[in-house]
């Protein structure tokens, strides 16, 4: 197939939907919704505009045609994305984490449980049905994967018979509060099956339905940026689940959250595009339309003219990298984090300098709310903190693949595939294993 950087013309139909939704739904609600200071507010707030997307298709859009859903590509749901994201940040951020629960089950459910958790979801008429991934515990989320008994995840599932005991507190659950705050109708959980082992061996992932007893919404947190996506905490307290709601098999916590998180993370690319042009796009118009004091437009500084060169040459790079790392996603049903992490790691830490280079652009005026710079560079701040840390997760596991005894640099341009195994999960395993078995360079 030849290298194409064309979209179809359902794949234009798509873009151009969701640029006319986000202008319909998004606008409004942006602009209204940052005087809010209650988070819970705002959230409850955007109910209407998310079940507005669900009619759009976008909420069941990349579930499986077989269990009702549009079967949409990753390249479709970036299209898409990007439009949403360049008007506001904070409902495609709900959207985000609902798909980020549902990828678990889409990923590594058997028929049954895809049917039994993914149906209720496409077959939902009011359209707000919410599903939460609890993954970040109190003390962290970076150290998930940890080989050591006594660190990583603390939430734990105690087999008893037939059923799974789970008691645990996880934090910044986004949707994990549901629209009453008595809980989202799905959790994934991210838990310990052993006690005595470390993540390859006890660290696994149970799909928990939202109306479980044990499950309490605990404080909402209150962020400076994404104001209109909620992070609460979500306890649970001897909840008990069927057994048959174990995605896997115990132990198989590592690929399944690995591959959740590649997800998000070729998606979390075109967020930051979006958020990034439209720091350009207003830097663009202030040097084009204002003078200054000077007897030019700003943009006929030579300074200005290259500050804006250099942001749109980093939003065209970073699209095609989140392009090219949605459709290694569509074509590899393996071997996806290398592309994955480093899309989610370069293009967020760009969409930050972009913002702040648009910032400079505009100067002192953009520190004031008169501009909409202020609340970009706050919503920007989070794409390198969130979805798995760039510091603490995504460049630990790049490290982690290019310790792996097959690391191939070529993987990714030509198109081929490193089957993931646990050790690549990150240097924290490969410590404690396969960092012996590491050949030196051939001679
Ligand atoms: C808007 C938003 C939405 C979110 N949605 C969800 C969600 O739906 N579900 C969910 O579970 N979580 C969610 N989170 C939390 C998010 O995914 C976190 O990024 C993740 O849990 C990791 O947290 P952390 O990087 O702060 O890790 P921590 O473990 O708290 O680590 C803190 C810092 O310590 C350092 N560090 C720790 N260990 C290492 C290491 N081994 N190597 C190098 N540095 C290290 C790094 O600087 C790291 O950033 C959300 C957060 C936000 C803000």
């Keep these: ?138 003390s962290g989320g970076a150290n998930f994967d940890s080989d050591d008994p006594e660190a990583g995840v603390v939430t734990y599932a105690q087999r008893d018979g037939d059923y799974y005991v789970i008691n645990g507190t996880k934090h910044f659950a986004t949707n994990g509060s549901g629209w009453d705050r008595k809980g989202a109708h799905l959790y994934t959980v991210t838990v310990r099956t052993d006690r005595n082992a470390g993540a390859k061996e006890g660290l696994s992932v149970i799909v928990v339905p939202g109306d479980t007893p044990g499950i309490r919404v605990g404080r909402i947190e209150d962020k400076v940026g994404h104001r209109l996506t909620v992070q609460p905490e979500v306890v649970f307290e001897n909840v008990r689940v069927p057994v048959a709601n174990l995605l896997g098999s115990e132990g198989d916590g590592i690929p399944i959250i690995v591959g959740a998180f590649n997800w998000t993370a070729a998606l979390i690319g075109a967020a930051c595009v979006g958020t990034a042009r439209t720091a350009f796009d207003y830097a663009l118009e202030f040097a084009k339309s204002g003078k200054r004091l000077g007897s030019v437009p700003i943009i006929y500084h030579q300074a200005v003219g290259y500050a804006l060169a250099d942001i749109k040459m980093r939003i065209e790079a970073c699209r095609y990298l989140t392009w090219r790392a949605c459709a290694y996603l569509d074509s590899h049903a393996d071997g996806r984090a290398e592309v994955a992490n480093i899309a989610k790691v370069y293009c967020s830490e760009q969409a930050v300098k972009c913002v702040y280079d648009a910032m400079q652009i505009v100067g002192v005026e953009s520190y004031t709310k008169d501009h909409p710079l202020e609340r970009l560079l706050r919503d920007a701040l989070v794409f390198p903190l969130y979805d798995g840390g760039n510091m603490g997760v995504r460049r630990r596991q790049l490290h982690g693949i290019l310790c792996s005894p097959g690391y191939d640099s070529g993987l990714i341009a030509e198109d081929r595939e490193l089957p993931f195994s646990k050790d690549m999960s990150g240097t924290l395993g490969l410590r404690h294993s396969a960092q012996n078995e590491i050949p030196g360079p051939a001679r």
């Design 1 to 138: 197939m030849a290298i194409e950087f064309t979209p179809t013309p359902e794949q234009v139909d798509l873009r151009d939907m969701a640029r006319s939704f986000a202008e319909r739904v998004l606008r409004p609600l942006a602009s209204d919704l940052e005087k809010l200071t209650d988070p819970w507010e705002c959230f409850q707030r955007t109910r209407p505009a998310f079940a507005e997307m669900a009619k759009a298709g976008f909420t069941a859009g990349f579930i499986p045609t077989e269990y009702g859903g549009a079967g949409f590509g990753c390249i479709e749901f970036a299209l898409a994305a990007e439009e949403l994201t360049r008007v506001e940040v904070g409902v495609p951020t709900t959207l985000l984490g609902h798909g980020l629960a549902l990828q678990p089950v889409i990923q590594f459910g058997t028929p049954e449980q895809k049917e039994r958790f993914l149906r209720p979801f496409t077959e939902d008429a009011t359209g707000d049905r919410l599903a939460c991934f609890a993954f970040t515990e109190a």
